[in-house]
């Protein structure tokens, strides 16, 4: 028994002396020159990570919404071009929408598919920042350095559009003053000298009747609700809402002054077009049919660029306490259940700084420079001193979460009414204010 399991052990030791051999286990010069198989597989993960680390990384995708029709979508999508080449973390992607775009943004915020980053015109900031839809950008602009984030170079009143409680929820791109373009062939005809910068609302007034000639369809202005009669009121000394938003003063002094010097202008062919004339030839159209001598315009329209037309430049005439001017306003906002927040805000900088590159006025002091306006559109170089002027006194909408609520009740009580006729500036106010205040925060 004990022989047994001698000869037993002594052929298992020889089994495994033959296994070690064929292993690799009798050292030679080539074996000692070979790696262990431990240090092999660190070997490969090492050169994975180093690998890994000089590849660059994916780029995330953001999604940018905007109602840029055909010409002003391409102009952008070159600026894109350039941001997503300097760009290593991110891709813009450009969905423009020109029909019927706050219903489709709507139904993409309800639905959860809405875009990274959205255009936001000047009315529609505060109400989505208020139903929780936009990032607070407060702090991150606090932190970053570059001077697209610097909120003190912003126009007060024009980034006032894109705050809420106190807090920034989108960065503007542009801030564009009315101004006024005047046709230089029906001054001359008339012997009328063209209108200065120190020009106030009489006259202008007195202009308008002057240049007014109802037998040929020449008319000295034209209104319609453009421009909006809140420049008017602001001139004036008064308030459609008030600072701190606890009241619509709609009814003050300064406002019926104001309300009811539009009234005095629109519709009235002794100065303008009537609203059947307006909808037969068009608003804009008669300007440049030559038809209209004072048009109040846009610094980016394009009424001072059309062939055969002689256009002047001014700035709105003065109210009675001040030159505030209407500026039309809007801004980019991060959705704020973006899922690439830190990606989607390097790209909200980088195209908010391409559009101040683009559009006039960018809402910047610094950049609201004749220099700057003739850069951004060289055609508008013959205007850009009256654009840049204009700039310095602009001020935007103030808006509140259920601003859409409060317009329709301030168009349907108070202006169209007056506009028809069918009430008195003090009367309509006063019934108005009430509702008006109903839907204030």
């Not at 037993?8 to 198989?37: H, R």
């Not at 995708?61 to 894109?80: N, P, S």
Request: charged share 25%; aromatic share 10%.
């Amino acid at each position: 028994m004990r022989r047994r399991r001698y000869t037993l052990l002594t052929a298992l030791l020889l089994a495994l002396s033959l296994l070690i051999t064929a292993c690799g286990g009798t050292q030679s010069s080539d074996n000692l020159q070979q790696t262990p198989s431990t240090d092999t597989t660190t070997q490969e993960q090492t050169t994975q990570q180093t690998t890994e680390q000089t590849q660059p990384k994916e780029k995330v995708t953001i999604r940018l919404a905007t109602w840029a029709g055909a010409q002003e979508a391409a102009e952008l999508d070159a600026i894109i071009e350039r941001i997503n080449a300097e760009s290593d973390t991110f891709q813009i992607v450009h969905e423009p929408a020109p029909a019927d775009y706050y219903t489709k943004l709507q139904t993409m915020f309800a639905g959860g598919t809405a875009p990274d980053l959205v255009w936001l015109a000047q009315e529609y900031v505060v109400p989505y920042a208020a139903r929780g839809a936009l990032m607070d950008l407060t702090d991150r602009l606090k932190n970053d350095t570059r001077p697209t984030a610097n909120l003190d170079d912003y126009f007060p009143l024009v980034l006032e559009h894109a705050m809420y409680n106190g807090r920034v929820y989108g960065l503007p791109w542009i801030g564009q003053p009315v101004i006024v373009y005047y046709n230089k062939d029906l001054f001359d005809q008339k012997g009328i000298p063209y209108p200065t910068d120190d020009w106030t609302w009489e006259d202008f007034l007195e202009l308008a009747k002057q240049l007014t000639d109802k037998e040929k369809g020449i008319y000295g202005t034209t209104f319609n609700g453009w421009p909006p009669v809140h420049m008017f009121i602001w001139q004036a000394g008064g308030e459609v809402i008030s600072p701190d938003l606890k009241s619509s003063p709609i009814d003050s002094p300064e406002a019926i002054q104001a309300l009811e010097f539009y009234a005095s202008i629109i519709y009235n062919e002794e100065v303008a077009p009537s609203m059947a004339t307006i909808n037969e030839q068009g608003f804009s159209e008669m300007f440049k049919a030559g038809k209209i001598a004072m048009f109040f315009g846009g610094a980016s329209d394009d009424l001072d660029r059309i062939e055969g037309l002689r256009v002047g430049h001014v700035r709105v005439p003065k109210g009675p306490k001040n030159r505030t001017t209407f500026a039309w306003a809007a801004s980019t906002a991060i959705n704020a259940n973006t899922k690439h927040p830190d990606e989607a805000y390097e790209a909200l900088i980088a195209l908010t700084e391409g559009i101040h590159n683009w559009k006039i006025v960018p809402p910047r002091k610094s950049m609201a420079t004749v220099e700057q306006i003739v850069k951004n559109e060289p055609r508008k170089a013959e205007g850009a001193e009256v654009i840049m002027q204009a700039a310095q006194e602009m001020r935007a909408f103030r808006v509140i979460p259920r601003h859409p609520e409060w317009d329709t009740i301030f168009w349907e009580q108070v202006q169209d009414p007056l506009y028809q006729g069918k009430g008195s500036a003090a009367e309509l106010a006063r019934k108005a204010r009430p509702n008006l205040e109903a839907v204030l925060p």
